[in-house]
């Protein structure tokens, strides 16, 4: 079993940056592939980004390309993303999830994943 607690959300003017962390507990953190979806009121929820096992590939959705970074470290069981150049439509709640399958690519939709954190609140004033 694995539980996982997002943190560092919080409110951010448009332009602005934030970085998210994930820790997880227990010791089989580097097995798994990670990502970050969200969800804003009203809509469903939507890929943000994903890591291989190691760090070594990573996807990331159309709209975040080029502003956010997904990362992670292993030792410490914790996954990161770094989103910078914050607009008002990346409002919502964020969280990360866990990938035990065993097909090995970096998946997009949220039924792949098998484990949840609570979320994040992230607001973005414009």
């Known amino acids: 079993q694995v539980q996982l607690v997002e943190s560092g959300g919080g409110l951010v003017q448009a332009g602005g940056s934030l970085r998210l962390s994930c820790a997880s507990s227990?010791?089989?953190?580097?097995?798994?592939?990670m990502g970050w979806f969200r969800q804003a009121p009203g809509k469903e929820r939507e890929f943000v980004a994903a890591i291989s096992r190691i760090g070594g590939t990573t996807d990331y959705a159309d709209s975040v390309k080029g502003r956010f970074a997904i990362s992670r470290d292993n030792d410490e069981n914790t996954l990161y993303l770094q989103m910078n150049s914050l607009k008002p439509e990346d409002t919502a709640v964020y969280y990360c999830a866990a990938d035990s399958n065993l097909d090995p690519s970096l998946a997009t939709s949220p039924t792949r994943y098998d484990y949840w954190g609570q979320g994040t609140q992230v607001t973005v004033s414009s």
């Open positions: 227990g010791r089989a953190f580097g097995r798994f592939r």
